[in-house]
């Protein structure tokens, strides 16, 4: 079993709707928690930081992070077109700069 | 602010070559990671550094794989000798800490025929 696992999609949506993505994880230890977004032949970029639990927003951007469920959530409100990229969740333990990543969803928005 | 450079962009080899990638950081981050990413087993941390000292290098695949950094705005890694398998995007990353966000660079992709 992976230490982190992220459907990889792909998922279509159309413009203006909520997209939810999701990823489990299985260590307990893991106390940061990021989104990075990837553009095709770029690197990832980092979209949203949390540490421990709880919500974080940033304007169009929520992240949840549900420790006792082991799970994190990204939502994205009003998606757009310029939104379609994969979306990499991200982990780590306090003790370590060991950053694991989800195998990342592909997310497609159709105008 | 340049962002994490990395050289060179593209490489194709033959089997068996050495091979190095080059990575410079953000000026002022002290940590400095590699990573690797194919289609089937995603992104992988390979080593990273903190002052840079590498702290982890449990996912270098094997001894044909080397990493250094002699100061803090350069870093090598080095395949050799090269083969197929080994054909990926390789990212270097870097941050302020082991607690921060790292940001990452546009990658090498290489091709080992």
Same mark, same amino acid.
């Given at each position: 079993q992976k230490e982190v696992e992220q459907?990889?999609?792909?998922?279509?949506?159309? !413009?203006?709707?909520?997209? *939810?993505?999701n990823c489990t994880y299985s260590n307990s230890a893991f106390q940061y928690f990021?989104?990075?977004? $990837?553009? *095709?032949?770029?690197?990832? !970029?980092?979209?949203?930081?949390t540490?421990s639990s709880?919500?974080? !927003?940033?304007?169009?951007?929520?992240?949840q992070v549900d420790k006792s469920s082991k799970y994190i959530s990204?939502?994205?409100?009003?998606? $757009?077109?310029?939104?379609?990229?994969?979306?990499?969740c991200a982990m780590k333990a *306090?003790?370590?700069?060991?950053?694991i990543?989800g195998?990342?969803?592909?997310?497609?928005?159709?105008? | 602010?340049?962002?994490?450079?990395?050289?060179?962009? %593209?490489?194709?080899?033959? +089997?068996?070559?050495?091979?190095?990638?080059?990575?410079?950081?953000?000026?002022? %981050?002290?940590?400095?990671?590699?990573?690797?990413?194919? +289609?089937?087993?995603?992104?992988?941390?390979?080593?990273?550094?903190?002052?840079?000292?590498?702290? =982890? =290098?449990?996912? +270098?695949?094997? =001894?044909?794989? #080397?990493?250094?950094?002699?100061?803090? #705005?350069?870093?090598?890694?080095?395949?050799?000798?090269?083969?197929?398998? =080994? #054909?990926?995007?390789?990212?270097?990353?870097?941050?302020?800490?082991?607690?921060?966000?790292?940001?990452?660079?546009?990658?090498?992709?290489?091709?080992?025929?």
């Amino acid at each position: 079993q992976k230490e982190v696992e992220q459907d990889p999609g792909p998922l279509s949506v159309p !413009e203006g709707a909520i997209v *939810s993505l999701n990823c489990t994880y299985s260590n307990s230890a893991f106390q940061y928690f990021m989104w990075y977004r $990837q553009y *095709s032949r770029k690197g990832p !970029e980092l979209l949203m930081y949390t540490y421990s639990s709880g919500n974080k !927003e940033d304007g169009r951007f929520t992240a949840q992070v549900d420790k006792s469920s082991k799970y994190i959530s990204l939502f994205i409100r009003d998606s $757009q077109p310029s939104d379609s990229a994969t979306y990499l969740c991200a982990m780590k333990a *306090s003790n370590t700069g060991k950053l694991i990543f989800g195998q990342g969803t592909t997310l497609q928005v159709k105008p | 602010d340049a962002g994490v450079i990395q050289s060179p962009r %593209h490489e194709v080899t033959e +089997m068996g070559q050495e091979v190095t990638l080059r990575c410079k950081p953000i000026s002022g %981050h002290n940590s400095l990671f590699w990573y690797r990413q194919t +289609m089937m087993r995603g992104l992988e941390l390979l080593i990273y550094f903190n002052n840079n000292v590498p702290i =982890d =290098d449990s996912g +270098m695949p094997e =001894d044909r794989f #080397s990493a250094k950094m002699p100061n803090a #705005s350069f870093s090598t890694l080095k395949i050799q000798p090269s083969e197929p398998r =080994d #054909s990926a995007v390789y990212f270097c990353a870097s941050s302020s800490g082991q607690n921060y966000g790292y940001t990452f660079g546009s990658g090498t992709r290489l091709t080992v025929v």
